[in-house]
């Protein structure tokens, strides 16, 4: 029966048909500059789920998440909370690079929100954590401010969101990067909660 066929895709099957409609889609001008699509990586079934702005440059050659040097800083947060990444999910807002890296366009974002809603359909995470401005938008809205909201838990439409600041914006900043690892530390007694 068709419908069995369908209830019987796999998780790793549905992953891989969302990211093939990412490789063929032109819903926005972002797939005139792109090398690879940045479809996302990681487990399944986590119960942490990152979500990024966009491909950088270094992203954008190897079709992967957070290689670069935010990506650095990332690998550094979660090991501070002994998280590997190959027990969360990282996706981007959107999946093709912005040229020169600028935040993508709020036309932009929502032409790709679908691939992220289906994203986080099938992995149906315990917490969404938004890292940076352009997750926030596209997830919560334009009406929040980062700096107000990050570290908190924000339940929104049956889901739980936590905002932080954008591993970048701690690049140079020591300040910044102080008060991610807080929030990480935040965001790991939340888990101890919510993961039984
Ligand atoms: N910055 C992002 O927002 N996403 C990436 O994948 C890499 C850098
Ligand atoms: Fe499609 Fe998203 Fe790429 Fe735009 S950024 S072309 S909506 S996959």
Redesign the pocket.
């Known amino acids: 029966m068709d419908t069995e066929r369908i209830t019987d895709l796999t998780k790793d099957e549905v992953f891989q048909a969302i990211s093939s409609q ?1 490789s063929l ?7 005139q500059g ?1 090398t690879h ?1 940045v479809p996302g990586e990681g487990n399944l079934n986590a119960s942490l789920f990152f979500v990024g702005e ?1 491909p950088g440059a270094n992203e954008d050659i190897q079709g992967r998440p957070f290689v670069g040097q935010a990506g650095k800083i990332l690998d550094q947060l979660l090991e501070s909370i002994a998280l590997e990444r190959s027990e969360v999910f990282i996706g981007n807002v ?3 690079r912005p040229p020169g890296n600028r935040t ?1 366009l709020i036309e ?1 974002i929502r ?2 929100e679908d ?1 992220l809603l289906a994203q986080l359909g099938l992995i149906e995470p315990k917490v969404v954590v938004l890292l940076g401005n352009a997750a926030l938008t596209a997830l919560l809205g334009a009406n929040h401010s980062i700096s107000r909201v990050r570290g908190t838990l924000i339940e929104h439409q049956g889901m739980n969101f936590f905002p932080i600041f954008h591993p970048a914006a701690s690049l140079y900043r020591r300040e910044v990067f102080e008060q991610m690892k807080q929030d990480f530390v935040t965001l790991k007694n939340i888990m101890k909660e919510k993961v039984k």
């Open positions: 990412i889609c032109k819903k926005c001008s972002l797939h792109r699509p966009g959107v999946k093709c993508p932009e032409a790709c691939f």
